[in-house]
């Protein structure tokens, strides 16, 4: 804890002593959790038998305890982050043997996913970052849903296309192929960051075809019939409602997690068909991880990544791939880089003090984006 934060809860204890009013004062005064340096100070306020930090940082516990202030209904508890670090938590209160995890009432940041909510920390150094939020002078994109029948999923398959603010019909653009399509928008702001870097000449003005699973651990399991409904089937539905560029060099993929994996096992089944390629916090599980520590679900994750590490070979030009060191598939990923590279393909390799979730994603996207698909000069006339 920093000097000036012991000082307080010293004081704070002190105070308490004959002053009830101390810790209303003291939580009206500061803003939570109490951020300085290294030092992050958490806090929790009322009756319990015990009180935890459930924080999403790999390789530290994972249940920290808080300690009560004595005479008082208040709890706190200190950990050190390094500076920029972003870390979404949850407090566990236990009453009678029974423990709940809420969300930090004390702290209005909060980050969603298709799980719910966590609350979130920001350590010194770290801000969201301004092009991620909807900015009034960015003309607006529009997206479209449309509905297709894929013979090789065997089910409808939903694609909602975001077409950029300044498209032309008699223009051809890049295309962007976005796994969990719908979880980018909902949870990473993907339409917003999108407007921003276009309107910004950041990237090209690009179409991107946002697409939603059905069995997400089976049909992005580097799965041959996902792969076969991207490039049989997608693709040239997209073609016939859009005008696309047809250079592998203007299209990409683009996937987080299990859909990185997709991503990946796609470009590999068919090369030459996408050059760019944007790789997030992607499970790439092999053996020496181990099947049993990552579960079934990963089986045929593993087969593949053994192949492909067995024989690594190029299946696009430009690759980014960006993690989390908080993440458990930092190794993983890291170990990933050195047999892309080795292949000739141009790789860009990006970590960041965060763990595995959408926001982690969504702050990567500029610098993966702007790289992979730059400037407005990349629109291509008919």
């Known amino acids: 804890m920093s000097a000036e934060h012991r000082l307080a809860i010293r004081r704070l204890e002190e105070e308490v002593q004959h002053d009830p009013g101390a810790v209303d004062r003291f939580l009206a005064s500061h803003v939570f959790p109490l951020a300085e340096g290294p030092s992050i100070t958490f806090v929790w306020r009322g009756a319990a038998d015990a009180v935890h930090l459930r924080h999403f940082i790999f390789s530290l516990p994972s249940v920290r305890p808080f300690t009560r202030l004595a005479n008082t209904d208040l709890w706190y508890h200190v950990v050190e982050l390094p500076p920029k670090s972003r870390v979404e938590y949850k407090i566990e209160v236990v009453r009678g043997g029974q423990g709940e995890w809420i969300q930090d009432p004390l702290n209005p940041l909060k980050a969603r996913d298709p799980f719910g909510a966590n609350s979130v920390c920001h350590a010194p150094g770290y801000a969201i970052p ?35 603010a300044r498209f032309r019909p008699h223009r051809r653009y890049p295309l962007l192929v976005v796994h969990d399509g719908g979880d980018f928008l909902a949870y990473a702001g993907l339409k917003a960051v999108l407007d921003n870097l276009i309107h910004r000449l950041e990237i090209a003005d690009v179409i991107v075809a946002l697409t939603y699973p059905g069995d997400r651990t089976h049909e ?6 996902h792969s076969s409904f991207i490039v049989d089937e997608l693709v040239p539905f997209v073609e016939r409602i859009a005008p696309i560029v047809p250079d592998p060099a203007r299209r990409g993929l683009m996937g987080a997690s299990f859909g990185a994996v997709a991503a990946l096992a796609t470009a590999y089944a068919h090369p030459g068909r996408f050059d760019r390629l944007l790789l997030q916090s992607g499970s790439f599980a092999f053996t020496d991880i181990g099947e049993s520590q990552r579960g079934p ?10 192949a492909y590490r067995d024989r690594p070979v190029r299946v696009a030009e430009k690759v980014f791939v960006s993690c989390g060191q908080y993440e458990s598939l930092i190794y993983e990923n890291r170990s990933l880089v050195p047999l892309l590279d080795a292949t000739g393909m141009e790789v860009r390799y990006v970590e960041a003090r965060d763990g595995h979730n959408w926001e982690n994603w969504r702050d990567r996207l500029r610098e993966g984006l702007s790289w992979l698909f730059p400037g407005p000069l990349w629109m291509v006339y008919e």
């Open 130 to 164: 301004e092009w991620t939020r909807p900015d009034p002078e960015a003309r607006a994109g529009t997206l479209e849903d449309h509905m297709l029948y894929s013979h090789a999923l065997g089910r409808d398959a939903r694609v909602t296309l975001y077409k950029p």
């Open 220 to 225: 992005y399991a580097a799965a041959p019939a």
């Open 297 to 306: 679900a990963f089986a045929p994750i593993v087969q593949f990544m053994n």
